[in-house]
């Protein structure tokens, strides 16, 4: 459990060493599934389901909400009107179990906009709970231990076939189908070695699997076999001592350091303190957040079913708070809270030529339509691509529009063969692009319009915003593979990457579509919610906004990618550029100072 804990919250902070500490989740459930075949044999024959989901339930749900109660009434207070929407929505799909299915719609597990989700993890309890379901359905309707463990071997092999056949990053992380057999993979590893009569054998085969999965592929397979493989550990009394003193007082409040440690950790984000700068910081406040909250989880660990009921009408209280504050972040924020959210109400109500200054990222869609096309075709299909932020200007145009289709790819540039190298699966990129392109090949038509939208300078130069290593911008080397390999020489592979798009796009105009180039969008560098907390939002001298882009450092950012469009563009007769101040500005009119500041700009979408 320590091992998982710190590999999750290492994770979080970002900390170096830590890029795979998302799979510390996977050791979670493994040894959840082995506790709950421990639980079930030691008390087999007076098994009863209902009061193993209630105990379960209240085990997790009770600490949970409680959290959740006391960290939203600091987000209400600090939080952006629209993500504060966006923490209600957290709030209720806890309470519905559906959190997994919530962040499954909302986003990428490694998007950008995912370290700003206070309560993202509670994707893994909502799994947990569905697991405890099935196992519990599972276990009440076998009529013997026989075809108990025939069945949940069975339901183990079947998750673990849909797991490795569908490479959905996202469904892997979030769909019960996929995880199943995590759990069902200590449970099964319980039984298998509650005699040490094949326990050298067990051995074998799990050391075997472990060096043949591992790898960033089958990395999930790795780690539940490394996890099965110590708990075949007998540790002599000695080394027990010395482990229960390291570890014990970690682990034993492992749950309740799991609970507060996001929501801590995004609100430092808010405030400005961003990790892994601030991690010794952020790991002290979460332990000592924990001191209290530690004593209040173990409430609701129950000894006597008796308590049962009472501990569960008290839950009904947690509910009724969690939804009353929920209802508040989702519908009344602005009612409520006014005057902390003054500015922000005044920049989302602006008018005349600074009508671009709305921090709600809610913009007209009818006029997103307009742009993309002068005579917008009910008719006509429209079909947007690129990464996340092209799902976003997706958003804009498709209630009014309709005939729209969402083919973006969370961080992935419209390239076909691109690669991201920093990611779980390097080949994600193209694998999807693939697809997009096979499904493009076999519909292709003038009477469709492809609307491409990226960060294409963020890939380009290889960073996010206008971050530095060394006081050096890096290259892309650090983003994208479009080639197979690494060439030392940046430019060179900078130049790659530019000959990459173009192919892209001819491609895809001499196949028979019509496309629409929207040029990438300037870049804040800190998220919005950020910026507003640690400045005055306008000036008091000429109240103009003190949140501004540098025009000159945005035109030399995007210059290498635009001018490389603008001349294939000029003798392309189907593709046409729009600049992103004719989407996102009234009039273009983003710029209103002489000091060449602009006004709008990309962040957190």
């Known amino acids: 459990r320590t091992i998982a804990l710190v590999s999750v919250v290492g994770f979080h902070l970002s900390a170096p060493g830590f890029s795979f500490g998302y799979l510390g989740v996977d050791i979670f459930?493994?040894?959840?599934?082995?506790?709950?075949?421990?639980?079930?044999?030691?008390?087999?024959?007076?098994?009863n389901a209902s009061r193993f989901i209630i105990r379960r339930y209240i085990r997790i749900i009770g600490p949970s909400l409680l959290t959740i109660i006391l960290f939203s009434l600091l987000f209400i207070i600090l939080l952006p009107l629209r993500d504060l929407k966006d923490v209600g929505q957290s709030l209720i799909s806890q309470l519905l179990i559906a959190s997994n299915i919530l962040f499954f719609i909302e986003s990428d597990y490694f998007d950008v906009a995912s370290e700003y989700k206070p309560f993202l993890h509670y994707w893994s309890l909502s799994l947990e709970l569905q697991f405890y379901a099935i196992l519990a359905m599972v276990l009440a309707l076998s009529p013997s231990e026989k075809v108990m463990k025939l069945t949940i071997s069975s339901l183990f092999l079947i998750s673990l076939l849909i797991w490795l056949l569908d490479k959905n990053i996202n469904r892997d992380f979030y769909w019960a189908t996929h995880r199943l057999w995590q759990f069902l993979s200590g449970f099964l590893f319980f039984y298998a070695t509650r005699s040490n009569k094949y326990l050298l054998e067990i051995r074998s085969v799990l050391f075997v699997a472990s060096i043949f999965s591992f790898s960033v592929e089958y990395q999930n397979v790795f780690v539940i076999s490394a996890t099965c493989l110590l708990l075949t550990i007998k540790a002599p009394k000695q080394c027990l001592r010395v482990t229960r003193l390291l570890f014990s007082p970690i682990a034993s409040r492992s749950f309740t350091i799991y609970l507060v440690h996001q929501p801590i950790i995004v609100l430092s984000r808010y405030l400005g303190f961003e990790p892994p700068q601030y991690s010794i910081y952020l790991v002290t406040i979460i332990l000592l957040v924990t001191l209290p909250l530690y004593r209040a989880e173990k409430y609701f660990h129950i000894r006597n079913f008796g308590l049962e009921l009472k501990k569960f009408h008290k839950i009904g209280w947690l509910y009724l708070a969690t939804i009353t504050i929920g209802y508040v972040s989702i519908v009344q924020p602005v009612s409520l809270f006014v005057e902390r959210h003054r500015s922000q109400a005044e920049l989302t109500s602006f008018d005349s030529s600074r009508e671009c200054l709305n921090i709600t990222g809610v913009f007209d869609p009818l006029k997103i339509c307009n742009v993309i096309s002068s005579e917008p075709n009910k008719q006509e299909y429209y079909f947007f691509l690129g990464d996340s932020h092209a799902n976003s200007l997706f958003n804009g145009f498709e209630p009014t529009h309709g005939n729209a289709w969402d083919l973006s790819v969370s961080g992935c540039p419209m390239i076909f063969n691109a690669q991201r190298i920093d990611q779980k699966d390097p080949t994600r990129c193209s694998k999807y692009l693939g697809q997009i392109k096979t499904f493009l090949e076999n519909r292709a038509s003038r009477s469709e319009t492809l609307v491409i939208y990226a960060r294409l300078d963020q890939y380009y130069w290889g960073k996010r915003f206008f971050n530095?290593?060394?006081?050096?911008?890096?290259?892309?080397?650090?983003?994208?593979?479009?080639?197979?390999?690494?060439?030392?020489?940046?430019?060179?592979?900078?130049?790659?990457?530019?000959?990459?798009?173009?192919?892209?796009?001819?491609?895809?105009?001499?196949?028979?579509?019509?496309?629409?180039?929207?040029?990438?969008?300037?870049?804040?560098?800190?998220?919005?919610?950020?910026?507003?907390?640690?400045?005055?939002?306008?000036?008091?001298?000429?109240?103009?906004?003190?949140?501004?882009?540098?025009?000159?450092?945005?035109?030399?950012?995007?210059?290498?990618?635009?001018?490389?469009?603008?001349?294939?563009?000029?003798?392309?007769?189907?593709?046409?550029?729009?600049?992103?101040?004719?989407?996102?500005?009234?009039e273009s009119k983003c710029s209103f100072n002489n000091q060449d500041h602009l006004y709008f700009y990309d962040s957190h979408h």
């Open 468 to 586: 530095k290593v060394n006081g050096q911008e890096p290259g892309p080397d650090t983003w994208i593979d479009t080639q197979g390999s690494r060439p030392i020489d940046s430019e060179s592979r900078r130049q790659d990457f530019n000959n990459d798009i173009i192919e892209t796009v001819e491609f895809l105009s001499e196949i028979g579509y019509k496309i629409v180039i929207v040029l990438p969008t300037p870049s804040s560098g800190q998220p919005v919610p950020v910026l507003i907390n640690r400045k005055k939002i306008f000036s008091s001298d000429d109240g103009l906004p003190t949140i501004y882009i540098d025009a000159a450092d945005y035109r030399r950012r995007i210059k290498p990618v635009t001018d490389v469009l603008i001349d294939y563009v000029e003798s392309a007769n189907s593709v046409s550029l729009l600049d992103s101040s004719e989407v996102f500005c009234k």
């Open 29 to 47: 459930f493994c040894l959840s599934g082995y506790l709950c075949a421990l639980i079930w044999s030691q008390g087999r024959d007076e098994f």
